[in-house]
């Protein structure tokens, strides 16, 4: 359970690095500039440097660009953590298999987070997912204007779309072995996946 969400954790930070480099390039577009040299640098936080002084220099709207930067606030916090679980050695306790320590012993770079758990673990991997949310369903003028939020933005969008989670189809497809969880049953919001599978004579 450790490893599925310290893996859920790199995989979100991953789409995390992504999407500012993307939202970065959007805005830059926008206000039909250059894309800072540090948007591309191999270190984060020049990376986030870049994004942040590109949302001061671009946005205009001011409850957008203080959104935005209080998002850019998030990522910093989020950063040192995530760096940990990414580099850190792992210890586990035979007299308390629930209880995890992270730890380096690098010189300059030393550390030790003691009485980590998988709920600890579980839940920054959500944060990070929810900072992925708000970058990609980000608000507009116009949608504070009538009044719709990121959520029904998101809804609107799943409902007439044609995604399904892989973790469905693998069960219609009868390989759901494959996961290291029992499958769950298939919820009443997702019979519409299936019938769209059916249709296509996927299943």
């Known amino acids: 359970m450790a490893r599925c969400s310290i893996g859920m954790a790199t995989v ?8 500012l480099l993307l939202d970065t390039a959007r805005m830059v577009n926008r206000a039909k500039s250059k ?26 709207d001011r409850k957008k ?9 998030k990522i910093a916090n989020a950063e040192s953590m995530r760096h940990r679980i ?14 995890l320590r992270a730890y380096s012993f690098r010189p300059r770079v030393e550390f030790q987070q003691d009485h980590l758990t998988f709920d ?10 929810q900072i992925n949310y708000e970058m990609a369903y980000q608000p507009t003028k116009a949608n504070r204007d009538r009044r719709v939020t990121r959520h029904h933005r998101a809804f609107a969008r799943a409902h007439g779309s044609t995604y ?3 973790t469905l189809l693998l069960q219609l497809a009868g390989r759901d072995h494959v996961h290291l969880f ?3 049953p298939i919820r ?11 249709k296509f004579g996927l299943i």
């Open 12 to 19: 979100q930070w991953a789409l995390l690095e992504h999407q």
């Open 35 to 60: 894309l800072p040299p540090d948007a591309t640098s191999l270190s984060f936080n020049r990376r986030l440097s870049a994004w942040r002084a590109t949302i001061q220099s671009t946005v205009k």
């Open 65 to 73: 660009r203080d959104g935005l930067l209080k998002l850019a606030d």
């Open 86 to 99: 990414t580099h850190s050695l792992w210890q586990w306790f035979p007299s308390n298999p629930d209880r």
């Open 120 to 129: 600890k673990l579980i839940n920054f991997a959500w944060q990070i997912g």
């Open 164 to 166: 399904i989670s892989r």
């Open 182 to 184: 029992r499958p769950v």
């Open 188 to 198: 009443s919001d997702q019979q519409g996946d299936v019938e769209r599978l059916k």
